[in-house]
């Protein structure tokens, strides 16, 4: 009898990795994060979503998945941002547990342990592990913009949670697709998450500087973008209801 974690087994794990012109960080970071889930002993898989980039990294995506069984690969035939990768992502895969991670090398995958073994993944009150990066290894304009971010964001939303920008996240998949989309939501997926009714625990974790590629991001992507999404999600809690429900015999 083969192991839970041979290729044609149930997938209980699925990890979902946004990418848009990472060719170069693309490989090491699968090889890393196969290496980290290999002794689970559990069936997986690790979804790649590529965001219709232009640089190498179709080509090489195409010629990895000769190479990885546990990979699968998406492309997006137009640009359609982080939120939507992540999105697309979730929908095609096969895992009760979704991980997800950015694909520029930043969360090290060694992390995944940390969340799958976490005390409370399976307590029926916390629907979301959020990674927290209490040591940053960004350049000032990412940390200010990030920092400012939080505290507008924490203090209106309420989200009790200090870093919603980390890509390292674990969530049950049913739980998400229950969640409103809308592009940039990925960055308010623990409030969306605590409107849904369930618990969300910061668990700090390890963050690297990038080694390969630039960043996509900047000032007035991280920040300014986020105002409107801020009020929408406002808005959203502020019409939620959640009522508890007795089945009468």
């Not at 342990?113 to 990066?133: D, F, K, Y």
Request: hydrophobic residues 40%; proline residues 5%; glycine residues 8%.
């Amino acid at each position: 009898m083969g192991s839970s974690n041979e290729p044609g087994s149930a997938i209980v794990l699925s990890v979902v990795v946004p990418v848009y012109n990472e060719q170069d960080n693309i490989e090491p970071l699968l090889q890393e994060i196969i290496t980290v889930i290999e002794p689970f002993d559990i069936g997986y898989e690790v979804l790649y979503v590529d965001d219709c980039s232009v640089d190498g990294s179709e080509v090489l995506l195409r010629q990895l998945l000769t190479r990885y069984p546990r990979l699968r690969v998406l492309r997006h035939q137009q640009r359609s941002g982080q939120s939507t990768a992540i999105c697309s992502g979730i929908m095609a895969a096969r895992g009760e547990w979704i991980v997800t991670l950015d694909g520029d090398g930043q969360n090290p995958p060694a992390e995944i342990a940390t969340l799958w073994q976490h005390p409370q993944r399976q307590s029926e009150q916390v629907g979301m592990l959020a990674g927290w990066r209490k040591s940053r290894h960004d350049d000032w304009i990412k940390r200010l913009s990030s920092r400012i971010a939080n505290v507008v964001r924490s203090s209106i939303l309420g989200d009790a949670t200090p870093d919603t920008g980390c890509g390292l996240k674990l969530f049950q998949r049913q739980l998400f697709l229950g969640l409103p989309y809308f592009d940039h939501m990925h960055r308010f997926l623990p409030a969306l998450v605590r409107r849904a009714g369930f618990e969300v625990v910061s668990v700090p974790v390890a963050h690297r500087s990038r080694q390969r590629g630039v960043s996509k991001y900047g000032l007035n992507n991280r920040l300014w973008a986020g105002l409107v999404d801020l009020a929408g999600v406002y808005w959203l809690k502020r019409r939620s209801r959640i009522t508890a429900v007795e089945e009468l015999e």
